[in-house]
C-alpha cells in the first residue's frame, strides 16, 4: 500500500491549537457529603406519600357519606310530617272537591318514602306502644291523660324514628298517654280520744249572797 493511500485514511489535523485542553479545567473544591438514600428508602417515602393522600381521600369520602345521610334523615322525617298532614287534611280535602289531588299527593308522598327505603332508610311510628318498647327509641316531650287511654303507651308520634340498614340514626319524639289520674279517697273519720273531747267551761262561783 502506497504512501498517498495512508494518507488518504487519516484525518486531517485541525489547523492550529485546539480549542481546549486539560489544562484550563480550573480545580474547585468538592461538594459537601450527599446523604444519598437507597432506592428501598425512597420507595417507602413514596409510598408514605400515597398512604397519607389515601387517607385523606378516605375521610373526604366518609365526610360526605354523612352529610348525605344526615340529609336523608332529615327528609324521612319530613316525609312523615308530609303524610300526617295529609291524614289531617283528607276530609278537608275531599270536602273542598280536592279528592283526586289528595290521592295524588298520596301517591307521592309512598314514592318518596319508597326511595328513601331502596336507599336504606326507614322511619317508624310507635304510636300506641307501651313506654318499655320505646325507652331508648324516643324522646317523650309531654304526657297526655284521658280516659281514652287504658294503659300508658304512646298517644302521638310528632318525629318517628328514624332508622338506617336497621339501626336507629335519629330517635323519635313523642307525647305519652296515660289513665287519667284517680284522686286519693278520703280518710275515714275516726272517733275523738277522750283526752280531745272538749270540756265544758268551768261555772263561775257567784259570791254575792241573794237579796231577800
Known amino acids: 500500500m502506497s504512501s498517498s493511500d495512508d494518507a488518504a485514511g487519516e484525518a486531517p489535523a485541525p489547523a492550529g491549537d485546539p480549542p481546549y485542553g486539560w489544562d484550563v479545567f480550573a480545580p474547585r473544591p468538592a461538594p459537601a ?16 406519600r400515597y398512604r397519607a393522600a389515601l387517607g385523606a381521600e378516605r375521610g373526604r369520602a366518609a365526610a360526605e357519606v354523612d352529610r348525605a345521610m344526615a340529609i336523608a334523615v332529615e327528609q324521612a322525617v319530613l316525609v312523615h310530617r308530609f303524610a300526617g298532614t295529609l291524614a289531617r287534611l ?21 314514592q318518596m318514602a319508597q326511595s328513601l327505603r331502596d336507599g336504606g332508610v326507614d322511619v317508624r311510628d310507635p304510636v300506641g306502644l307501651p313506654p318499655d318498647e320505646v325507652a331508648d327509641l324516643v324522646e317523650v316531650i309531654g304526657w297526655r291523660y284521658g280516659a281514652e287511654f287504658e294503659a300508658e303507651a304512646v298517644a302521638e308520634t310528632v318525629d318517628p324514628i328514624v332508622l338506617v340498614d336497621g339501626a ?28 280531745d273531747e272538749p270540756t265544758a267551761p268551768d261555772e263561775k262561783v257567784n259570791d254575792i249572797g241573794e237579796q231577800g
Request: glycine residues 8%; charged residues 25%.
Open 90 to 110: 283528607g276530609t278537608a280535602l275531599e270536602d273542598a272537591g280536592l279528592g283526586l289531588a289528595h290521592r295524588e299527593l298520596r301517591i307521592l308522598r309512598s
Open 33 to 48: 457529603a450527599m446523604d444519598v438514600r437507597p432506592p428501598a428508602t425512597e420507595m417507602v417515602a413514596v409510598l408514605q
Open 168 to 195: 336507629v340514626a335519629r330517635t323519635g319524639r313523642v307525647h305519652m298517654g296515660a289513665p287519667p289520674e284517680t284522686p286519693p279517697e278520703p280518710a275515714e273519720p275516726t272517733a275523738p280520744d277522750e283526752a
